[in-house]
C-alpha cells in the first residue's frame, strides 16, 4: 500500500505519516525501487497515534503507549501512568488559561477603550519587563 492510501485511510496527512517514519514510530517496508510498503499493522499504528495526538499526547508519549501497546507482557498500571502524568500536565495547563484569562479580562474591563492615550493594558505589560 502507498503512503497515499496509508494517509486517507489512517486519517493523517502524508508529511505526518513521513515525520512518524523519521523518528522510528513506524517502519514500513521497503521495495526494491525504495518506495514504501505499507501493511495493515502500519496503518493501526498510524491510527493509534494519530489518536494519541488528538488527545494531546507528546510524541515521546506516543512512543512509550506505541510501546505498551505492543508489549503483551504490560501492566495497564504503565499506562494509566502515562494518561494520570498526560492528565496533571492538561489541568495544570488549563489552571494556566484561566489565570490568564481572569487577568485578562481584569484589564480589558478596566480600559476605558476611548480616545484618550492611558491604558491599563499596556501598563500592566510593561510591569513584566
Known sequence: MNIGEVSERAGLPPKTIRYYED?????????DNGYRAFRESDIHKLAFLGRARTLGFSIEDCRTLLGLYEDETRESAQVKSVAKEHLTAIDSKIAQL???RKTL???VEACQGDHRPDC???EDLAKGS
Open 98 to 100: 484561566k489565570s490568564m
Open 105 to 107: 479580562s481584569h484589564l
Open 120 to 122: 491599563p493594558i499596556l
Open 23 to 31: 523518528i522510528g514510530l513506524v517502519r514500513p517496508l521497503r521495495s
